[in-house]
């Protein structure tokens, strides 16, 4: 049976494809045929922008008042998305197999589905801000300050949206549990993009179980699904053969590229700019001065 992520992700524009010869701008400065914004699953583009929305806002708040501000907005959505509610069930399939004993999730786009896991397992939830504060509401949704939830030698599985190379967790959701004497034991993603992270989890003692992986096979399913076109394909294959090389073939054919990047200005012209200062780009596709 077909892994009905891969048709969702394409749904609600989570997965998006480039046209041919318009290949979107990464933030690192390179070039690359598809997008991913995982928290899309949500609903659409506009519910997640919504959500992202209240949960700055509440971060920013109160953060006792935090959970209960989104999760208002989390059941809402649950009732009315049932690509959402699915994704969730599938999440809560996955995570009953490991054992833990509550769920973490970190600022901002985990608590897209570590919230609704953790309530709907009847676990409590670990809230981890970006300035590695931390809130613990509890399994009937009462929150209380983390370092009064009495956690020190508790496991956590870790819910996270998108898991690239899991710098998040080194540099915050690990030292941010262990610092309440917890351990965050398994890590639980709706999508691995296959880039390394999966080992790096492994090798911090938290294993990483997945949805969904970033490879080929996704993409050649989507394309016998009609969402793709053979072009879109070619490129996406290409590109996940060899990053670099598919964004140094891309500017040597269109030599016009990053300078008509450039004279676009704002963002275009900033990751052109990137481009060109970080030497990624080929010295015949340079705009010529």
Not at 130 to 154: F, R
């Amino acid at each position: 049976m077909e892994n009905p992520i891969i048709s969702w992700l394409f749904e609600t524009d989570a997965v998006r494809v480039c046209p041919e010869g318009q290949p979107f701008w990464y933030t690192s400065g390179k070039l690359g045929p598809f997008y991913i914004n995982t928290q899309f699953l949500y609903g659409s583009e506009a519910a997640a922008n919504a959500l992202l929305a209240v949960i700055e806002q509440a971060c920013a708040g109160d953060k006792l008042a935090f959970y209960d501000t989104v999760y208002a907005h989390i059941e809402a959505q649950l009732a009315s998305c049932p690509i959402y509610a699915q994704l969730i069930d599938l999440l809560c399939e996955a995570a009953q197999k490991l054992s833990f004993d509550f769920v973490s999730g970190g600022e901002r786009r985990d608590f897209f589905f570590s919230m609704p896991v953790a309530r709907k397992l009847g676990k409590g939830h670990l809230s981890i801000f970006k300035d590695l504060s931390s809130v613990y509401t509890d399994e009937t949704g009462k929150s209380m300050p983390s370092d009064q939830a009495g956690l020190a030698g508790k496991r956590s599985v870790h819910i996270a949206d998108l898991i690239t190379v899991a710098s998040s967790y080194v540099r915050a959701w690990i030292p941010a549990v262990e610092s309440l004497g917890a351990k965050i034991a398994y890590s639980l993603a709706v999508v691995d993009r296959d880039q390394g992270g999966s080992q790096i989890l492994a090798d911090a003692g938290c294993p990483l179980t997945t949805l969904v992986v970033i490879k080929p096979e996704l993409f050649e399913t989507a394309h016998a699904m009609g969402r793709i076109t053979d072009a879109q394909l070619a490129l996406i294959l290409a590109f996940i053969a060899d990053p670099d090389k598919f964004m140094t073939d891309f500017l040597l054919a269109h030599p016009d590229f990053l300078a008509n990047e450039i004279a676009k200005g704002g963002k275009s012209a900033q990751r052109a700019q990137l481009c060109i200062d970080s030497g990624f780009a080929p010295q015949a596709a340079l705009p010529r001065t």
